[in-house]
C-alpha cells in the first residue's frame, strides 16, 4: 500500500533527533531552524520531556473523559500560570485545527449566532469550519463552502468597523493570527488587536486569538496577541503545546459557561499527551525560554536586516519570515541541501524560521554564518 500523495516531500528521511539537530538515516546531520513546522518548543527529545512521557506510560497511557484525570487539572494551572491567562477555563483536544474549529463551535453555542469574522490570507486548519476560516480556497472542499464566514483585510480598521455597524448583531467571532504564519509573516497591529476587542465588546461577539503556530512563547509573550495588552476571549493552542506530542486546546475566558455535551473527544486531554504538555511548561519556566525567545529573536532579526541580499524581515521572537532580494530567491534550497540546514517557506518567497525556543547563540550564529555562505555562492554562480 502507498501513501496518499498529498505532501511534496524533500527527499531526506529524518530518523533521529537532539536539541536543534536532526538526522537523516544516512547519518548526517542538520540544523533545524524550521522547528518541524513551529512544533518543537523545548528542544528535540528534551530529556525532561521524555522523562516524563516515559514515566506516565509506566504509569497509564490512556483512559475516557468519563473519569477525574489529575493530570488534566494539573495542567490547566500550569497553564493559567505561564500564560497568566488567571481564570480561564481548559478544554483539551489533539490539533490546531480542531482547538479552533472548537473555539468557533463554542462561540456560536455562546452567542447564539452563525456568522464569523475572519482576515485574508488567514490559515486556521483543515476541518470543516476552520477551513471554511481560512482564506485559501483551493484547501475548502465544496462540502465546508458557507457563506457564514466574512472575510475582511488584515489590519484594516475601517473595515472591521464598518462591517460590525452592518452586521455586527449576526457575528459569533472573530477569529485572528496574531502573527499570520502560512502568509509570510505579517503581525496583527496593536491597534487592530484592540480595535478588535472594542468591537466584540460592543457587539457581544467572542475574539478568538488564534495561537496556534504564534503562541506558546514563540513571539516573546505567552500569546503573540498579548502583545496588544487586551485578552481574547478564547486561545487556541497547539503546535508548541507538546513539542511533538499532539495536544491541542483552547483556553476559555470565565464568563462563557460550559455546558455538558457541548464539546467532547475522545483523545483529547489523554494522560500522555497532558504529561508532554506539563513537561514542555516545566522546561519553559526552568529554562526561561520565553525570555530567551525575545532575546535571541531580536538578535536574529537585526542580524538578518544588517545581511546583504536579505530584502525584508518580519516577525517576533523566534517566529521571522524574511524575503531575499531578486535573483536569490532559491537560496533556501542551497541552505538546505548544500549546507544542511531546514527552513521553512511561506506565500510570496518568504522564508521562515520557526526553531526551538531553546536553540544556542552558537546554532543562531550558524545559521548566520550559513546564510552568507549560501548566498555568496548563488552571486558567484550568477556572475
Ligand atoms: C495559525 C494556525 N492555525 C491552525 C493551524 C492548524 O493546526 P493543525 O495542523 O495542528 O491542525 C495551523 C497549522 O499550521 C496554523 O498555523
Sequence with gaps: MSL?????????????????????????????????????????THPHWVKRIE????????????????????????????????????????SGAEANENALKLASFHTGRKKVVAFKKAFHGRTSLAVAATDNPSIVA????????????????AALQSCFTEQGNEIAAVIIEGIQGVAGIHEASV??????????????????????????????????????????DIYSMAKGMGNGFPI?????????????GMLGTTFGGNPMACAAALAVIEVMQKENLIKASEEKGNYLIHALKNTS????????????????????????KVLLNDLKIFTGEA?????????????????????????????????????
Excluded at 491541542?248 to 455538558?260: M, Y
Design 4 to 44: 496518499f500523495n498529498v505532501y511534496p516531500l524533500n527527499p531526506i528521511a529524518i530518523t533521529k533527533a537532539e536539541g536543534s539537530r536532526v538526522w537523516d538515516d544516512k547519518g548526517q546531520a542538520y540544523l533545524d531552524m524550521y522547528g518541524g513546522h513551529a512544533v518543537i518548543s523545548i528542544g528535540h
Design 55 to 94: 514515566d506516565q506510560l509506566h504509569a497509564i497511557a490512556f483512559y475516557s473523559n468519563s473519569v477525574i484525570m489529575p493530570i488534566q487539572d494539573e495542567l490547566a494551572t500550569a497553564l493559567n500560570e505561564i500564560s497568566g491567562k488567571k481564570d480561564y477555563q481548559l478544554f483539551l483536544c489533539n
Design 142 to 157: 465544496p462540502v465546508n463552502e458557507t457563506n457564514n464566514i466574512i472575510f475582511l483585510p488584515f489590519n484594516d480598521l
Design 191 to 232: 491597534a487592530f488587536l484592540q480595535a478588535i476587542r472594542k468591537v466584540c465588546d460592543d457587539f457581544g461577539a467572542v475574539y478568538i486569538a488564534d495561537s496556534v503556530q504564534c503562541g506558546y512563547g514563540r513571539s516573546g509573550q505567552f500569546f503573540a496577541h498579548d502583545h496588544a495588552g487586551v485578552n481574547a
Design 248 to 260: 491541542g486546546g483552547i483556553l476559555i475566558a470565565p464568563h462563557i459557561q460550559a455546558k455538558f
Design 309 to 332: 541580499g536579505v530584502k525584508t524581515v518580519r516577525g517576533r521572537g523566534l517566529m521571522i519570515g524574511f524575503e531575499m532580494e531578486e535573483g536569490l530567491e532559491e537560496v533556501r
Design 347 to 383: 506565500k510570496l518567497n518568504v522564508i521562515r524560521l520557526l526553531p526551538s525556543l531553546a536553540i544556542s547563540m552558537d546554532d543562531i550564529k550558524l545559521f548566520l554564518t550559513g546564510l552568507n555562505k549560501a548566498i555568496q555562492q548563488m552571486k558567484q554562480k550568477a556572475t
